[in-house]
């Protein structure tokens, strides 16, 4: 299981491990430090000032919010288990 934070910043991997007496292990990932909204922000102006295609499309944006929206009420039902992806 992957995990991230992106308010503090943090991403770590979750790994069954063990033989007959499986245990859960936690490995944190190691990740850059930056301010990734104002990035998106910047990227955006940029976009809007040269004419060039943003990085991530009006499409990509709606199904990303889609997605996020199906976790969250997932998660609000108590639903556990994969996530359908429309």
Aim: include cysteine.
């Amino acid at each position: 299981m992957y995990d991230s934070d992106y308010q503090l910043q943090k991403a770590a991997v979750s790994r069954k491990e063990g033989g007959s007496v499986p245990s859960l292990h936690v490995y944190d990932i190691s990740t850059d430090r930056r301010d990734t909204l104002n990035e998106e922000i910047l990227a955006f102006v940029s976009s809007v000032q040269t004419g060039m295609r943003p990085l991530v499309s009006g499409s990509d944006g709606r199904r990303a919010l889609a997605l996020a929206r199906t976790i969250t009420e997932c998660i609000t039902k108590g639903i556990t288990g994969f996530v359908p992806v429309q």
